[in-house]
Structure formats: structure tokens, C-alpha cells
């Protein structure tokens, strides 16, 4: 696979309106801060609104002219997530970029999100494919940008049991989670394409980046989990491996904003196995996304599992 180095520039984002969610820290928070310099006004989509006036703080003190604002939601809620879309439907503003960024990640034991479904699946996949299918009217024209993982390419990664009713095991139900949200980020783009929606949907992911994702803090637990320590030693042991927070959002950066950033297309960090290196170039996709049928069974179960319903297309020959 031809693997160029794309150049991440990044344009006047004044008068635009992004939506990042799980903006208060980690990529989330890069993320917001690189946009709000570059002129866009960023909505903080974040689960505690403490922890979000605190992040947005930080944005204006580096930067006094930024456009941030703090909205709460919790992905692991399908009425959180409607409470939030009705938020800014009301608002009455279009969204020119909505980035799908916030994410639990493996915790020790399974869990369970309001409606039922195992933490990783229902947060990362069915909270943003219901979020963007309530915000859809609103996106018409723009970019939507879904933040996948590296752990979406493991091998044997079904959705017979997206619950994990049958055995929890930690990565691979975060693979699996991972692998949904890149499928559904190509679906998005075909139906938009054949549904005339005049919306891009694409992919990124920061490779090993330097965030809290494996504190434990996203699923409730107040010290950091063994996983977590092994993980935070590595990057004294093995910085060369780590992406620092500013490079880690590059990928998803060029996804969002930058004018060559194309529909269907997956990028990440140019690195060995993409995982750290920098820069930006196109990722290694799991075979899944571009399957037509899986993807639309994918497509039907999220609607059927979320209770949202985007308008019907006609399938793809």
C-alpha cells in the first residue's frame, strides 16, 4: 500500500462550528485547543461539566480570543445523547465538523452502559452512531470525523455478541467497539453519497498516544488500573513507541479540516506499525469496512440496538 506522507496544514477556521466530544482531556482536549487557535468555535462535549469549564479554562488562558464552549453528554446514555443533540438543535446553528473522539478503553471486568450494552460497544460505537444520527440535519454540508483505533485490525473480530454475554474479554470487545465506529464512519459516507446528504464522513486514529484513556477514571474507577501502570511505564522506557498528545492528533486533525481530506479514507501516524513516527499518511484498514453487507448489517443492528433511525437508501449494487 502506497504510504505518502500527507501534509497536515491546517486553514482559518473562523465562523466554523465543531463539535469534539470527550474534549476535556487527551486528544480531545489537543484537539479543541488546535481548532479553537485556528478561529473555529469548538463545543466541549464532555461527560462531567467540572472537568470541561476546567479544560476550556486552560484553552482561553493559552488563548484569550478562543471560541469554546462546555455541553454535557454521556455517551454511555441514549438520552443523554438525545438531550445534547436537542441541545443544539435548538441552538439552530449547522455543524461543520463533528468529531466522534471519546472513548473507553478495556476495562478490567465487564460493564454496562445505562441501556444495557457492554461499555466499550455501547459508549464508542452506538453513543456516536446515534449522536451523528440525531445531529444529521444539522451536518448537512459538513465533515464527520470518527476516531477508530489500531486495535480495530485484529484478526477474527465478529459482532454475533456485541455484549460480550458470552465471556468478557477486555481488547477484544474494545476491537471490536474500535472496528464498529471505522465501519460506520465508510457507511456514513456511502449513504451520504447515494442519499445525496452533502456530508464527508471519514477515520483516524492516533496510534499509541500519551492520554489518560486506560486511567480507569471513563468507567468509574478511582486508581489507575495494573494495565494502566505497565502502559505509563513504557513511555519512560520506550518514549520512541509514544506519540506526545500534539502529534497524537494529526491524523484526526487532517481528517477534520484539512481541504485534501477525502470521504471513506482512514489515516494515521506514519510510524512502524503505525504507532507512533508522527506525521500523517493512510492507515491500514480491516477488510470489514469495506464490506458492503457487513457494513449494512452493522448499520441496521446500531439502529435497531439505539432506536435511531437515519433515512433509508437505496442500497449499494
Known sequence: MNRPDLTLAVPDLSGKH?????????????????????????VMAVRSSTKGEAAAAKIRQSNPAAQVSVKTI???SLASVEAFADGLTSDGRWVDVLVN??????????????????LQFGANHLGHFAL??????????????????????QRNLRFDDVNAT???????????????????AFELDRRSQAGGWGIASNAAHPGLSKTNLLSGASYGLDKPTLTSRLTQATWRLLPFMWLE???????????????????ATYYGPRGLYETAGGGVTFAKLNRLALDVDECGRLWQQSENLTGVTYPAVEPAC
Open 18 to 42: 465543531v463539535v469534539v466530544t470527550g474534549a476535556n482531556s487527551g486528544l480531545g482536549f489537543g484537539l479543541a485547543k488546535r481548532l479553537a487557535a485556528a478561529g473555529a468555535d469548538v
Open 74 to 76: 454521556d455517551l454511555a
Open 101 to 118: 473522539n471519546a472513548g473507553v478503553m478495556t476495562p478490567p471486568t465487564r460493564q454496562q452502559t445505562s441501556d444495557g450494552f457492554e
Open 132 to 153: 451523528t444520527g440525531r445531529l444529521l440535519p444539522l451536518l448537512r454540508g459538513g465533515r464527520v470525523v470518527t476516531v477508530s483505533s489500531i486495535a480495530a485490525t
Open 166 to 184: 458470552g465471556g468478557y474479554k477486555a481488547m477484544y470487545s474494545y476491537g471490536v467497539a474500535k472496528l464498529a465506529q471505522l465501519m460506520f
Open 245 to 263: 498528545v500534539d502529534e497524537g492528533i494529526k491524523p484526526t486533525l487532517y481528517a477534520a479540516v484539512s481541504p485534501d481530506a477525502a470521504g
